[in-house]
């Protein structure tokens, strides 16, 4: 990532914090979009920390965006990471839909919902992927990418690639499955 590739994360609970920390990690300009006032505080917390597990990590920074469509705006990586609820992170998606970028990928932290049930009547579906981390997300480099009956193989590929150089292992998961296959594999194991 570059200060020249902006990051749009929607939702900065403890997983949205944890993209932003670590796209902004490696340099990226983050901005995140959430109602919480402690947000922008608890993303630059994650940050502190993920600093202190990478040498050489570099210097992005995080601000806060005033609405959903302004943090999207030139993004080149936008993260959905609001509670679940198909209800709700329709309703978010839809209202970054005029803004996003032509060639952004959106991704959704969700661990219930499908990516094709998240993009069903959305322009951008083709581009909608579901980019599920293992916790904290800057310190553990899996991350579950499964794309959505729209999504494309280039959005896939381009996807892993944009986590390959933010220092994830992407796993790519070849169908719509429900929930994180890690998840399921630990409780197998157990």
Same mark, same amino acid.
């Given at each position: 990532?570059?200060?020249?590739?902006?990051?749009?994360?929607?939702?900065?609970?403890?997983i949205?914090s944890?993209?932003?920390?670590?796209?902004?990690?490696?340099?990226?300009?983050?901005r995140l979009?959430?109602?919480?006032?402690r947000?922008?505080?608890?993303?630059?917390d994650?940050l502190?920390? %993920?600093?202190? +597990?990478?040498? *050489?990590?570099?210097?992005?920074?995080? /601000?806060?965006? #005033?609405?959903?469509?302004?943090? &999207?705006?030139?993004?080149?990586?936008?993260?959905?990471?609001?509670?679940?609820?198909?209800?709700l992170?329709?309703?978010?998606?839809?209202?970054?839909?005029?803004?996003?970028?032509?060639?952004?990928?959106?991704?959704?932290?969700?661990s219930?919902?499908? %990516?094709?049930? +998240?993009?069903? *009547?959305?322009?951008?579906?083709?581009? /909608?992927?579901? #980019?599920?981390?293992?916790?904290? &997300?800057?310190?553990?480099?899996?991350?579950?990418?499964?794309g959505?009956?729209?999504?494309?193989p280039?959005?896939?590929?381009?996807a892993?690639?944009?986590?390959?150089?933010?220092?994830?292992e992407?796993?790519?998961i070849g169908?719509?499955?429900?929930?994180?296959?890690?998840?399921?594999?630990?409780?197998?194991?157990?």
């Amino acid at each position: 990532m570059s200060p020249a590739a902006p990051v749009a994360i929607i939702g900065a609970g403890e997983i949205g914090s944890g993209w932003a920390a670590l796209f902004a990690s490696y340099g990226a300009e983050v901005r995140l979009v959430d109602p919480d006032v402690r947000a922008l505080d608890r993303a630059r917390d994650a940050l502190a920390c %993920a600093r202190t +597990l990478r040498v *050489g990590a570099e210097s992005g920074r995080i /601000l806060r965006a #005033a609405s959903a469509a302004d943090a &999207v705006r030139g993004a080149v990586w936008v993260q959905e990471s609001v509670p679940e609820g198909l209800v709700l992170k329709r309703t978010v998606l839809a209202s970054i839909e005029g803004a996003l970028a032509p060639d952004a990928i959106v991704a959704s932290s969700t661990s219930t919902l499908s %990516a094709t049930a +998240l993009g069903e *009547g959305r322009s951008f579906a083709s581009r /909608l992927l579901i #980019a599920h981390p293992l916790h904290p &997300v800057y310190a553990v480099p899996v991350v579950e990418l499964c794309g959505g009956r729209e999504t494309t193989p280039l959005t896939i590929a381009r996807a892993a690639e944009t986590l390959r150089l933010a220092g994830r292992e992407p796993i790519v998961i070849g169908r719509e499955v429900p929930g994180l296959v890690a998840n399921r594999l630990a409780a197998a194991l157990l």
